[in-house]
């Protein structure tokens, strides 16, 4: 992998106040992440001599039980024993964080990269950081010679330039106080063919304490990069404030997408606004935005009157180096009982042992077609999901940018998985038919930590959801709490688009492995992790329902084959519109599947057919693996499909 030494300027500029129209409320004070909380022990274990409490052993034999999803395509990712073997110790969580390409998936998991192709074959799997925090050669992010292992990484695509964007931090405090954001993006859509790197000294001093940044938040528009950080103080870990960094993304300007000089920025939008410092998340932009807007920061984080409670909206302006921020908040009803903030842990099979599922903060946000979506835990003041902790989702319209507006929410309470579902670190994601997924964690008294997703489509009722799927069951019950108290899950869950048809989505999160001791300091701490990849095309929820009635279809339509991949057979479905919503009575139809030459292999329908939904089931014994495409031509429409046969 070829080094790329850059180096970077970060300037704090003054920007124009916009005041905020309403008061702050009360929210809980953020926490230390629990990469940062697994980074600042081992340090001082470390210091201790004692880092061998934290020694990874060996990897630890386990059958691997299929208990995922049979009607989407899994694919196995980092497990706490190759993470262990990366990077010298037992971290804990994984952080689990996912993206999709064109071709590659590429994950990141606590210190830990994967990249794989989309059919599942495995090209790059290696530790982020240093190894035993002392030994960064060969690493990923070898080129920034970072001194720790790493931690809170996460990943995006850019799908506007077709990059993968990987942030992760970095954190000392001796010998000396060091806290640096590491940036990579690769130079192509394939991970493969190499990536630019930098680093930002991430150390601030705020109110005379010098301060280290926590739990990024990562995010793209058309021209820039987006950075969010909590920031603690070196002294005492105590909460500061939280900053914006703004990287430009500079393609064809001889930036730092053309291995440039990277223009970096930090920002204090809070201060500047008036508007409360908590946990923002920026959102990922889709599509073209509004004029002047370059992005949203969203923070809930608990936010209350003591009746209701409130979300917080900043907009930034397209400006990478001199934005304006433009503060709202917005009263979301009364959804969440607030107990000091305290959200209770999450019960799970086999052990009184609960699951900590973290905090309120929003866990990610993302904008398309004037909506603005995120999520987050509340615990429900009534109805089934009383007092327990609960996914919570919320879409905002952004149609009026000086006056947002909350156009719908709801929980997803995962009593259909099991009685007493707890249900957590979400994450979000919409696509180009304004349809959402929802990947959550959930675990109860009679189920173990698992991952598992729910959607939301044009016509669902408000407030609604559909059915909660699994991803993948938990295999055991999960316990690691260190040297704390605190048995630690998440931080966080991966839902993201699959940039090729802007419409199917993967999902990427983490689930509770069978047990196995590996800390000899801690007899009775052997809970282990594994993490999973999931595709869940746009034509799931009706693959699970049925074929649509004859009666409402009113327009040609070929969805996603099921499965895919297959082997040897797959089922493809279509729709023919009905004459009196569509005008049309019937059609000749022609579905054909062809190889990546070109060259047609089979027809699989040639004659008229009258309106209504349809499937066909193609065997392909005879063909060799590959990726072959098929295509319909009925009346209007000619719509070509991708799928995958994995022999």
């Not at 210091?47 to 409490?53: I, V």
């Not at 073997?85 to 804990?92: A, C, D």
């Not at 105590?238 to 001889?254: P, Q, T």
């Not at 408000?462 to 899950?489: F, H, M, T």
Request: glycine share 8%; net charge negative; proline share 6%.
């Amino acid at each position: 992998m070829k080094k790329n030494y850059i180096f970077l300027f970060i300037v704090l500029l003054s920007i124009r106040i916009i005041y905020p129209q309403e008061f702050l409320k009360n929210a809980e004070t953020p926490n230390i992440s629990a990469g940062a909380e697994q980074t600042l022990y081992i340090q001082e274990l470390i210091n201790k001599g004692q880092a061998y409490e934290l020694g990874f052993i060996a990897n630890q034999s386990h059958t691997l039980v299929n208990k995922g999803n049979e009607n989407i395509f899994t694919i196995e990712g980092i497990n706490s024993d190759i993470n262990g073997s990366f990077t010298g110790y037992y971290p804990v969580p994984p952080d689990p964080s996912g993206a999709a390409g064109p071709n590659h998936l590429v994950s990141v998991v606590n210190c830990s990269i994967e990249w794989f192709t989309k059919e599942g074959a495995k090209e790059y799997s290696n530790r982020l950081g240093a190894y035993r925090d002392s030994i960064s050669s060969g690493c990923f992010f070898e080129p920034l010679l970072p001194l720790t292992t790493c931690f809170d990484p996460k990943v995006i695509y850019d799908q506007y330039n077709g990059r993968f964007i990987i942030v992760a931090l970095e954190l000392t405090n001796l010998p000396a106080e060091t806290s640096r954001i590491f940036i990579a993006v690769s130079k192509t859509t394939d991970p493969n063919a190499g990536w630019w790197y930098t680093s930002i000294n991430s150390s601030i001093l705020i109110s005379s304490d010098a301060s280290w940044a926590d739990y990024p938040g990562l995010a793209i528009s058309m021209d820039a990069i987006y950075i969010t950080a909590n920031m603690f103080s070196f002294s005492n870990n105590s909460w500061k404030g939280a900053r914006l960094w703004i990287v430009a993304k500079g393609d064809g300007n001889a930036g730092f997408y053309d291995g440039g000089l990277p223009v970096v920025n930090v920002f204090d939008p809070y201060t500047i606004t008036g508007a409360e410092a908590n946990t923002y998340q920026p959102a990922h932009m889709f599509g073209i935005p509004p004029v002047d807007v370059g992005t949203f920061l969203v923070e809930y984080s608990g936010l209350t009157d003591g009746t209701n409670e409130y979300i917080n909206v900043i907009r930034v302006s397209a400006s990478a180096t001199s934005p304006t921020f433009y503060y709202q908040q917005k009263v979301i009803g009364n959804i969440d009982k607030i107990n000091n903030w305290i959200a209770p842990g999450a019960p799970q099979l086999g052990t009184d042992f609960l699951i900590d599922v973290g905090d309120r903060r929003a866990q990610n946000a993302v904008w398309r077609n004037n909506n603005l979506w995120t999520a987050f835990i509340v615990q429900p003041n009534s109805g089934p999901d009383s007092n327990q902790v609960t996914a919570h989702w919320l879409k905002l319209n952004t149609n009026i940018l000086n006056s947002v507006s909350v156009s719908d929410q709801g929980n997803i309470g995962g009593e259909d998985i099991a009685p007493g579902t707890f249900t957590f670190y979400p994450s979000i994601s919409a696509n180009s038919l304004d349809d959402v997924l929802i990947g959550f964690s959930a675990s109860a008294s009679s189920i173990y930590p698992g991952a598992y997703f729910t959607g939301i489509d044009s016509t669902t009722n408000a407030g609604n959801v559909l059915p909660s799927q699994i991803l993948k069951e938990g295999l055991d019950y999960y316990y690691r709490p260190r040297g704390g108290i605190r048995n630690r899950w998440g931080d966080y869950s991966a839902t993201c688009l699959d940039p090729s048809n802007d419409q199917d989505f993967y999902l990427y999160n983490e689930y509770a492995l069978m047990r196995g001791s590996i800390f000899s300091n801690y007899p009775t701490q052997d809970g282990r992790w594994g993490t999973v990849f999931g595709y869940v095309p746009a034509s799931y929820w009706g693959q699970l329902t049925g074929l649509e009635d004859i009666s409402v279809v009113s327009k040609y339509k070929l969805l996603q084959n099921y499965p895919n991949p297959f082997n040897p057979s797959t089922t493809i479905r279509y729709t023919i519109p009905n004459v009196t919503l569509s005008r049309v009575e019937g059609s000749r139809v022609q579905l054909k599947v062809y190889d990546v030459l070109g060259t047609e292999v089979a027809t699989l329908v040639n004659e008229e057919k009258p309106a209504g939904s349809y499937e066909v089931i193609f065997n392909a014994s005879q063909l060799s693996s590959g990726i072959y495409f098929y295509k319909l031509q009925a009346g209007a429409l000619v719509e070509t499909k991708k799928m995958i046969l994995m022999k």
